[in-house]
């Protein structure tokens, strides 16, 4: 099975910090207290790689989330309609979710999401869908993002009866 959520930068810098600080730990290790020495510091390193490359990601989400408590009900109802920023938008309905916002009008956004021709999109908007509309979700249940746009549509069309 492909990986559903994909592979992003942060993936990358983890991946990165996981090898150099194998790489430097083990070094360490090996010239301080021999083989057994190296290995440790492999391991210990790998470690303190991957939590110290995790720290781009960490500050990264902060700024998002402090960047979206900050604008208004109203614009964050914009970005999800226009569809532009479709890979944020369970970030978007999370945000008007935590306000207490009546989110049922952004259905259609979302379902237009899951009909669209890019599987990239379908992908995000089903998972839009089953976060903040887990009962409509459960009506098309067998939906899989990665179907034909024929079946994708087929499916979603139930939707509207």
């Known amino acids: ?79 999800l309609r226009k569809g532009n920023e479709y890979y944020v938008s369970h970030l978007l309905l999370a945000h008007l979710m935590k306000r207490g916002e009546n989110i049922a009008s952004e259905l259609p956004s979302i379902v237009d999401l899951i009909k669209s021709e890019s599987r990239e999109r379908r992908r995000f908007g089903w998972a839009a869908l089953k976060f903040a509309f887990p009962e409509t979700a459960s009506k098309i249940a067998e939906y899989q993002p990665e179907d034909s746009i024929d079946k994708c549509r087929t499916l979603v069309s139930r939707l509207d009866q």
Request: no cysteine; charged share 20%; net charge positive.
């Open 1 to 79: 099975m492909i990986n559903q959520r994909g592979y992003t930068i942060f993936d990358l810098f983890s991946l990165g910090g996981v090898i150099a600080g194998s790489f430097i730990g083990g070094k360490y290790g090996y010239l301080n207290l021999g083989f057994i020495g190296g290995l440790t510091g492999a391991v210990i390193g790998a470690g303190v790689g991957f939590l110290l490359a995790r720290l781009p990601y960490v500050f990264a989400s902060l700024s998002a989330k402090r960047s979206l408590e900050k604008e208004s009900s109203e614009r964050l109802r914009e970005r």
